[in-house]
């Protein structure tokens, strides 16, 4: 058992800037949802961090709830197919939502739950992700409100795991490569 500072190869995103992205995107959607009904829609695990620091940010009252969905096993790359791990316990008919994710990789999950709270009968479905990797786009998809864009490499840390570890880091970083060398391809 390591440290996680151990396993790290150089941080990629300080945590001063990801306050900073998070406290301006709090401000400018507590202004769009002044006297609004917002319902937030945290995409657990990876945008269990990012939900409660943007939540705290907002000046505006929120309902929150969570959707666990999955399409990377413990590999690196997306596995293409969401998964369903929990499901919301709220009716999201009607309803102006906002998807609070941590990053846009392929595009695959955010396209799909997108679709999916739409199909459920939302009367608007809005998307703020942390962290953006275009380069990696296979699905045409832009953030309501933009966060960071990173360039085409495997970020952990504040909630993005690898193998389910380093979601605790506080800030975002890359991993060496020795860590990743030890993943097995299917
Ligand atoms: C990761 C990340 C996003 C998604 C982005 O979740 O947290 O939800 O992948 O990738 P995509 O744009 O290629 O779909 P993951 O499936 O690893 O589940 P997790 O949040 O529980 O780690
Ligand atoms: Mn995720
Ligand atoms: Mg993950």
Redesign the pocket.
């Known amino acids: 058992i390591s440290d996680v500072a151990d396993d790290i190869e150089r941080e990629l995103v300080p945590r001063s800037q990801i306050d900073e992205t998070i406290n301006r995107v709090a401000a400018q959607v507590s202004k769009d949802y002044a006297g609004r009904d917002l319902l937030l829609v945290g995409?657990?695990?990876?945008?269990?961090t990012t939900m409660v620091h943007f939540a705290e940010a907002l000046s505006i009252n929120v309902q929150m709830d969570y959707m666990?969905?999955?399409?990377?096993g413990s590999g690196t790359?997306?596995?293409g197919t969401?998964?369903v791990?929990q499901d919301l316990s709220t009716d999201v008919r009607g309803r102006d939502v906002l998807i609070v994710?941590?990053?846009?990789?392929?595009?695959?999950?955010?396209?799909?739950l997108v679709d999916e709270l739409k199909r459920r009968g939302a009367a608007s479905v809005k998307v703020f992700a942390l962290l953006d990797?275009p380069a990696?786009?296979?699905?045409d998809?832009v953030p309501t409100y933009k966060g960071i864009v990173i360039p085409d490499e495997f970020v952990v840390g504040f909630?993005?795991?690898y193998a389910?570890k380093y979601?605790n880091l506080d800030s975002i970083a890359v991993l060496k490569p020795s860590v990743y060398s030890k993943e097995t391809h299917a």
Request: charged share 30%.
């Open positions: 995409v657990l695990k990876g945008a269990a666990s969905l999955s399409s990377y790359t997306s596995s969401v998964t791990r994710e941590d990053i846009i990789d392929s595009g695959i999950t955010l396209a799909w990797k990696r786009h296979k699905i998809i909630g993005l795991d389910e979601r």
